[in-house]
């Protein structure tokens, strides 16, 4: 059960990453040129390749109870951000993401740009494209080594993010545009009803309580997440209808 549930938040959640980082790339790379974005694209990754190579076995010797009560302490902070806004966009007090209106303005700021070429590099392509693909990536390796270290699985939790990057990168080289039709909003929904769901559960258990069934329990834990936020987006609707009318 937490198998499952672990690669299906590490897929979503790096499938959202990678739409967003997509849109700018794409925007960049046929703007620009290709060269300069794609390099930029190809160091960031191996920088990320760097922290998780670092990362991942120093968390594997920490004791397992430590690390579910810190993991669960940051997810659920890191879980209730992406959830918040999530709700607020589903109520309609948040505008719903837009990946065309995002490519549209990635294109128009790339056009706008000064051209400066360091080391044979078209440095605001080369910059850009790096910038977008670390900071995303580094979302997507936080995910994959807290769950997967507090599963104690992190090839299991890198088997979902790379399904995603893989799927969705191959899509995105063979529409050459942005990922409009993707339910991006809907994902980052889901995304941190898990997050917070995983949040509650291991810092329960690092705590040193025990939940009744065992990892069965993270059904009941999502259905009252679940539940909860869905409440939440009701009662924002009604406010938002209320004070329209005022």
């Known amino acids: 059960m937490a ?34 974005t794609l390099i930029g694209v190809g160091a960031a990754t191996i920088a990320l390749a760097a922290v998780v190579a670092a990362l991942g076995p120093a968390l594997t010797v920490v004791p397992i109870e430590r690390l579910r009560l810190v993991v669960g302490a940051l997810l659920l902070v890191f879980g209730l951000q992406w959830l918040r806004k999530a709700i607020l966009r589903a109520s309609g007090f948040k505008a719903l993401h837009d990946e065309e209106e995002a490519f549209a303005k990635e294109l128009e700021e790339a056009r706008a740009a000064g051209r400066e070429e360091r080391a044979g590099l078209d440095w ?6 790096f910038k ?15 769950f997967g270290a507090s599963q104690g699985s992190i090839p ?6 790379s399904a995603a990057v893989v799927i969705m990168v191959s899509i995105g080289a063979a529409v050459r545009a942005p990922l409009a039709r993707v339910p991006e909003n809907s994902i980052k929904f889901a995304v941190g009803v898990m997050l917070t769901t995983f949040g509650i559960f291991w810092a329960t258990e690092g705590a040193g309580a025990t939940w009744p069934g065992g990892d069965a329990s993270l059904l009941g834990v999502l259905a009252f997440v679940t539940l909860g936020s869905l409440a939440l987006v009701t009662l924002l609707k009604r406010e938002r209808l209320r004070i329209a009318v005022a």
């Open 124 to 129: 605001y392509a080369f910059t850009i494209a």
């Open 132 to 146: 977008s693909t670390l900071l995303e990536g580094l979302e997507v390796a936080f995910i994959v080594l807290t």
């Open 3 to 36: 198998a499952v549930f672990l690669v299906l938040s590490t897929f979503l959640a790096s499938a959202v990453e990678v739409v967003e980082t997509l849109t700018i790339v794409l925007a960049i790379g046929v703007t620009r040129g290709w060269r300069a």
């Open 156 to 161: 299991l939790a890198a088997l979902g993010a």
